[in-house]
């Protein structure tokens, strides 16, 4: 069964710290993406990584970075969280063949307080 | 900027009527894509349809695709209330090399099946 799995369902961050979001796939994907998801603003694209150490800006990539040392795990990073960036968050990987579908994980819930 | 629009953004329908939910997109894609939601969940796929499809049906859905007009709708029929939830579309953007690319979403349908 394929496996998309989120380091942490819920987290809670002050202002101001280092967060790291972590995303680890089981299926040998080339592409894993990272979206938010707000209430009205459906889910939009932070990153997206096409490799190893490839990746490549989303729509709403200020604020967060990211870093792709292995094929499988994908990590978001939140510099220096901000309220703003209190959000859900999805991870999803896609196998860079013609035509599949993209696989999730469960969320993260991400307050910062 | 969103590449999927999606309307309505809310539906409200009986048990046993069918729903209807329209995806449009801005540029060239590889595929269009239909996932659901459960609230607070991640998302799961439901069908894609290649941009040289112009309909295609899996069990109660039925997805259409109008390149021309750069638009999909996904029709859903029979809706039970199971069926409530969030519905999405993604369209598949083209790197040019032949392999899949972006992945963007729209807004979403929120749909509610009452019994």
């Known amino acids: 069964d394929v496996k998309v799995t989120q380091s942490s369902r819920y987290l809670v961050k002050r202002t101001g710290e280092k967060v790291f979001l972590e995303c680890v796939q089981d299926m040998d994907h080339e592409n894993m993406f990272w979206y938010r998801q707000d209430p009205g603003l459906g889910l939009r694209l932070i990153y997206f990584?096409?490799?190893?150490?490839?990746?490549e800006k989303g729509d709403i990539p200020e604020g967060y970075s990211v870093s792709r040392e292995k094929k499988e795990r994908f990590s978001l990073i939140l510099e220096s969280a901000s309220t703003n960036q209190t959000s859900m968050y999805l991870c999803?990987?896609?196998?860079?063949?013609?035509?599949?579908?993209?696989?999730f994980g469960q969320g993260t819930r991400l307050t910062v307080v | 900027s969103q590449q999927g629009e999606e309307d309505p953004q809310a539906l409200s329908i009986q048990e046993g009527e069918n729903a209807t939910m329209n995806c449009s997109y801005k540029?060239?894609?590889?595929?269009l894509q239909w996932y659901r939601q459960n609230s607070g969940r991640g998302l799961v796929h439901l069908i894609l349809i290649r941009s040289n499809e112009r309909e295609k049906h899996s069990g109660r859905l039925r997805v259409t695709l109008d390149t021309s007009k750069k638009s999909s709708s996904l029709l859903i029929t029979a809706s039970r209330a199971a069926d409530t939830a969030s519905y999405f579309c993604?369209?598949?953007?083209?790197?040019?090399?032949?392999?899949?690319?972006?992945?963007?979403f729209g807004q979403g349908t929120t749909l509610q099946v009452k019994p």
């Open positions: 990584s096409y490799d190893v150490k490839m990746k």
């Open positions: 999803a990987s896609l196998n860079s063949d013609r035509a599949t579908e993209a696989f």
């Open positions: 540029t060239s894609i590889n595929n």
């Open positions: 993604a369209t598949d953007m083209a790197l040019g090399s032949g392999n899949t690319g972006k992945l963007i």
